[in-house]
């Protein structure tokens, strides 16, 4: 079993449609929980942490529920340059290395 | 300020031959990984430095892989000869809280 899975997708969405993208991760004993993005051929960026109580920035919803190893993204109102890979990543403990999942696709169409 | 930077952008080696990659963290980053990206894989851990030394070198796929870091800044990577499954975009990324963790451009390395 991979320690971060998500759904590879592609998922193919029109502008201003709502799309949520989902992961979950093995160890129990995880410490810190992000969402990068990935554009084609460049390295990845943080969107954003994900907390317990659930986080917003702006269009964007992160969610964590540590007792199903389970994180989410939302993505409201979606605009053509949200198109990218959206990256789970979990850090098993403070400083140490990122676990990344193997991203999933999103294409938003006008 | 500066980014993470890394250099060369691109490399194309021959099988066999050694390569050397390098990092240059953003300053006063205290923690430098290294990772790469294969086609269709997702992001891998190599190793981690905190300062000079390394506490996590696990991600190392064989002793063909060696890095060090000097002065606390600069990293280089270092795979000896190369094979084709080697071929990836090794990104380097610092950080200085060892929370969020900020990446380079990366190196795309491809072995013919």
């Known amino acids: 079993r991979k320690e971060v899975e998500q759904d590879p997708g592609p998922f193919n969405v029109p502008e201003g449609a709502t799309v949520a993208f989902n992961c979950t991760y093995s160890n129990s004993a995880s410490q810190s929980f992000f969402w990068y993005r ?12 994900v907390y317990s109580s659930g986080n917003e920035d702006g269009r964007f919803t992160a969610q964590l529920n540590r007792a199903s190893q389970y ?24 400083g140490g290395k ?6 999933t696709e999103l294409s938003v169409k006008p | ?53 390394a506490p996590d070198k696990s991600g190392l796929p064989s002793d063909r892989f060696s890095a060090e870091r000097t002065g606390g800044s600069v990293s280089t990577l270092t795979i000896q000869r190369t094979q084709q499954e080697d071929s990836a975009v090794y990104l380097c990324a ?6 969020e963790q900020f990446f380079g451009p990366g190196t795309r390395l491809t072995v013919l």
């Open chain 1, 71 to 94: 994180i989410s993204l939302l993505i409201r109102d979606s605009k053509l340059s949200d198109s990218a890979t959206y990256l789970c990543v979990v850090n098993d403990n403070q």
């Open chain 1, 38 to 49: 990935q554009d084609c051929r460049k390295e990845p960026k943080l969107l954003m942490s």
């Open chain 2, 1 to 53: 300020g500066a980014g993470v930077s890394q250099s060369p952008s691109n490399k194309v080696t021959e099988k066999g031959k050694d390569v050397e990659l390098r990092c240059d963290p953003i300053s006063g980053h205290t923690a430098l990984y290294w990772y790469r990206q294969s086609l269709g894989q997702g992001l891998e851990f190599l190793i981690y430095f905190q300062g000079n030394s």
């Open chain 1, 98 to 103: 990122l676990i990344f999942g193997q991203g």
């Open chain 2, 94 to 99: 610092s950080s200085s809280s060892g929370y």
